[in-house]
């Protein structure tokens, strides 16, 4: 996966100049306290014992840690080098997996996990519920509400958001398990090539329709994998990829939104973002690259420019990839145990994960003060690949349907053609 941000280009002579930029993407994917094992019902159990999962252990860790040494160290790195690599948040994710193994040793150390759960606010207990999340263990599939997909998973407008409150692996709606899900692709699929196919002929006709997929979350959320599976249900000669990387010299001499725009869908396509102009507020306030100043005002670009986009008619879907903190490690450590995966892993990949709340709250921010009526984001729980997959294709039917688009009529003589090219 790629793993290399965006950043700011600076800009013309009296414009505020920003830091260099980062040489890898964010991962700002918040952990859900209630997600850690799972089950919803085994986490209220483990609460009412005083026993917290392996994510509050870590983030407690990796929060004190990230914000001291290991962040001030991550801070220097990355001015110089783009890439952060604090010696001291490795070493505290060490510490974090050992006690994991030991957890289940005795109640005296649960105890000690609980007392730094309590410090760094990861109390997720009820939190699924209040955010209208089943846990886990509880969730089941059900009927779509009126609003379809989109009305449960939309982010909140408006007000503090806390992402704990969301469980990665919930099943608000749909499919209950992967056999149903698998089925329901097939159908899909077909709904979405042939809207697909009219979105693309009704742009020969003058209509400037497009659709814009963004893709965020923390690392191995499955950004690749959603392109993948999305590409996999249209005509790619009528999709425009995007993976946004470390940004060119030419790109760093221009304003941080200037290369998005070179990347948009031409009327008729559907463009698809891995990682966007949103690197821009996520790993540069992480990593404190610019001051908190400019980043005010970038939010309020990027709402400017969104609804620029939607006024064109550019369709913006922006999915947030929900992954937990455990499923991250999972997924991580199956790329060290397999050699053809290991060019995607890199050792700040565990640097990175001390730095968990912190991105986590970036993304909050994020969703927050960029979630609007022209370009909502959307909560997707991505701990299970097969339902985040069926998530978002079921996002992209409901907008392209509500599109609408349709064959043009045509502009020639039907019948005076069919007796021209019958005399042949």
């Known amino acids: 996966m790629a793993r290399k941000p965006s950043g700011k280009r600076t800009g013309s002579k009296g414009k505020e100049k920003e830091k ?22 085994a986490e209220d159990r483990a609460e009412a014992k ?8 870590a983030e407690g860790k990796g929060q004190a840690e990230g914000k001291g040494k290991g962040q001030a160290k991550a801070k220097d790195r990355t001015e110089t080098e783009g890439r952060a690599t604090p010696k001291g948040q490795a070493k505290a994710e060490d510490r974090a997996e050992a006690e994991d193994r030991a957890e289940a040793k005795g ?13 760094t606010g990861d109390r997720a207990e ?46 608000p709606s749909g499919p209950p398990d992967k056999a149903a899900a698998l089925a329901a692709a097939g159908p899909a699929g077909e709904r979405l090539a042939s809207l697909q196919d009219r979105l693309y002929a009704a742009s020969t006709a003058g209509d400037r329709r497009r659709l814009l997929l963004v893709l965020q979350g923390m690392d ?15 005509n790619p000669s009528g999709c425009r990829v995007r993976a946004f990387k470390a940004p060119t010299t030419e790109e760093q001499e221009h304003p941080f939104l200037w290369r998005v725009t070179q990347a948009l869908p031409r009327p008729g396509e559907i463009g698809i973002f891995d990682r966007s102009h949103y690197e821009d507020v996520l790993i540069a306030r992480v990593r404190e690259l610019v001051p908190r100043s400019v ?27 929900h992954i937990s903190y455990e499923e991250q490690r999972k997924r991580l450590l199956e790329r060290l145990d397999n050699p053809d995966k ?28 960029c979630s609007t009526e022209a370009a909502p984001w959307y909560v997707v729980p991505a701990d299970r690949k097969w339902y985040r997959n069926w998530a978002i294709a079921q996002l992209l039917l409901e907008h392209l349907e509500d599109l609408a688009p349709r064959y043009p009529e045509a502009d020639f003589d039907v019948e005076e053609c069919r007796i021209r090219l019958l005399s042949t």
């Open 220 to 234: 191995t959320s499955g950004k690749g994998g959603t392109v993948k599976h999305v590409i996999g249900a249209f």
């Open 342 to 369: 290991h060019w995607k892993f890199s050792p700040a990949d565990i640097d990175d994960r001390a730095l968990w709340p912190d991105y986590r709250h970036a993304y909050e921010l994020a969703l927050e003060r």
């Open 20 to 41: 260099e930029q980062p040489k890898r993407p964010a991962k700002g994917q918040p952990k859900d306290g209630a997600e850690a094992k799972g089950k919803g019902q």
């Open 295 to 321: 980043l005010g005002r970038r939010y309020a670009q990027i709402n400017r420019f969104e609804q620029a986009l939607a006024d064109d008619g550019v369709t913006v879907v922006k999915v947030f990839l």
């Open 107 to 119: 109640r005296a150390e649960a105890k000690g996990r609980a007392k730094d759960r309590a410090k």
């Open 50 to 57: 005083g026993k917290p999962k392996g994510q509050a252990k």
């Open 126 to 171: 009820a939190g699924t519920k209040a955010a209208g999340q089943p846990p886990a263990a509880a969730a089941a599939a059900g009927p779509l509400p009126e609003g379809g997909l989109r009305q449960l998973l939309r982010a909140p407008a408006g007000g503090r958001l806390d992402l704990r409150r969301f469980d990665p692996r919930a099943i």
